[in-house]
């Protein structure tokens, strides 16, 4: 399964668009491109996941990672995940810290 | 009680995970569980097979065998043995899953998604293998 991530940085907003699998295998060179966000000065992090179709832990610990990087202030977003993906991070616990939507408007 | 078991041994790397999952998820399909059942079946097996990967042989070097089993055609059990350390996934703590993010310990999430997707989760540890007993019914 073909699986991509990209992150850019606008002021001080980061978005992350996620396709395909995060997981065991594709997780380290994820938190890898996260970790250049910790750099800038990031307030607010949105990962779009429509097209995200599967998410294991080590997917999950590379967003912890970047919230815990960017700091407490930061805020996270995750937007149009689909149902499979929304149980995992439902599961964990993640969704009690991110604003979960199904459209994000700039 | 009809039993019906398919073995796979495989070396412990994670270039084979997905052939590993594969094997998994193909049987799991066979016996009717349905997708959303199938994508929590992969998760779990995911993460204990990349415990064993990453942890199980110090030195990245030797085999995961997988045994499926089915219980009368209610109920999927997926056996995971290593001839690694001895170690017992459920002897970890559960993570504090309601402790804000920055506070979060970054383990024992993968052992904590397995308890909670699977109905039956075993370990044993005979004749110097690591027995992980993951039971998902239909």
């Known amino acids: ?106 | 009680m009809n039993k019906n078991m398919e073995k796979l041994t495989i070396p412990a790397k994670l270039e084979n995970l997905e052939a590993m999952l594969e094997f998994i998820v193909e049987r799991a399909g066979t016996l009717g569980f349905d997708e959303k059942k199938k994508f929590q079946i992969k998760l779990a097996a995911e993460e204990a097979l990349v415990n064993v990967i990453n942890y199980a042989y110090p030195d990245k070097n030797g085999n995961i065998e997988i045994t499926l089993t089915s219980r009368n055609n209610e109920a999927l059990e997926i056996e995971i043995i290593d001839w690694g350390f001895a170690f017992d996934p459920l002897s970890l703590p559960e993570p504090n899953i309601c402790a804000p993010l920055e506070e979060r310990q970054i383990g024992g999430l993968g052992i904590h998604l397995i308890r909670k997707i699977m109905d039956e989760v075993r370990y044993k540890r005979e004749d110097d293998r690591n027995i992980l007993s993951l039971v998902k019914k239909l």
Do not use: H, W
């Open chain 1, 1 to 106: 399964m073909e699986s991509n991530f990209s992150v850019k940085c606008e002021n001080s907003v980061a978005k992350v668009k996620l396709s395909g699998r995060l997981d065991a295998n594709n997780a380290p060179a994820f938190q890898e491109e996260l970790k250049k966000l910790t750099s800038s000065n990031v307030s607010r992090i949105i990962f779009y996941v429509k097209d995200l179709e599967y998410i294991s832990s080590a997917g999950l610990r590379a967003i912890i990672f970047a919230k815990q990087k960017i700091g407490a202030g930061s805020q996270v977003y995750l937007i149009g995940a689909q149902e499979a993906v929304l149980s995992v991070i439902k599961m964990s616990g993640l969704d009690n810290f991110m604003f979960i939507q199904d459209t994000y408007d700039e």
